[in-house]
């Protein structure tokens, strides 16, 4: 299995563009969630989805937009991106049911300029 | 959701023992320790959880005292490999909607020396 994928691996950005952060696993796992890290701030949850067609909102939503069309993927989508924004991105899944470990992807690095 | 708290930072022999602290003075009886670590630049990485009793796996040991409001984790043998920020978590358990409740904090950067 490749378990969670991410791509792509570094972004810059111009204030105002948009760009979808791609998050694919392979293990069939129900939940998918998206976590932004800045420095001394930990890991937020930006968004999440229990299962395709269904999503929700984290700690941060604001200026981000997700779907979940498929069980694998994903995606999260910055409409109008921001300065704000630059920071690195983490994906990960798990089973839904399951007390056991989230796998995380290796990050996405956007820099909005 | 339950508050941890940890030291920022750590320091610890390499083949010695590392044993981080975690207060979760608030924990609620249906919620999990879990922690993770990340080394530097990658996705974090699970490491153990528990709820009321002690647990050991490959990587780690997982102490959490009688009354639940702290725990501490233990690398028996750490190595150079095992620098990493370490994130102690308070969860609830996964309902029947599966909401997420992992809310990750600062965490202990744990250097370890040879």
């Known amino acids: 299995n490749a378990g969670v994928t991410q791509t792509p691996k570094f972004q810059v950005l111009k204030t105002g563009q948009s760009m979808t952060l791609q998050c694919a696993q392979d293990m069939n796992h129900e939940y998918m969630s998206w976590y932004r890290q800045d420095p001394g701030m930990g890991l937020r949850l930006i968004h999440y989805?229990?299962?395709?067609?269904?999503?929700d909102q984290g700690e941060v939503p604001n200026g981000y937009n997700v779907s979940r069309s498929t069980t694998e993927d994903f995606p999260l989508r910055l409409l109008s991106a921001a300065p704000s924004q630059t920071s690195v991105y983490f994906c990960a899944s798990r089973n839904s049911l399951s007390y056991n470990e989230q796998f995380f992807g290796p990050g996405t690095r956007l820099t909005v300029l | 959701d339950a508050k941890t708290t940890q030291p920022p930072s750590m320091d610890c022999a390499e083949g010695r023992a590392a044993n981080l602290p975690c207060n979760h003075s608030t924990i609620s009886g249906n919620e999990y320790v879990y922690w993770y670590r990340q080394i530097h630049s990658q996705g974090p990485q699970y490491i153990i959880h528990g709820l009321k009793n002690n647990e050991t796996n490959e990587m780690a040991s997982l102490i959490i005292t009688e009354d639940r409001k702290s725990s501490t984790l233990i690398l028996p043998h750490a190595t150079l490999r095992d620098t990493a920020v370490y994130y102690c978590i308070v969860r609830v358990g996964v309902t029947q909607g599966g909401s997420e409740k992992l809310v990750f904090g600062k965490g202990t950067k744990l250097t370890v020396n040879p």
């Open positions: 989805s229990v299962g395709a067609g269904i999503t």
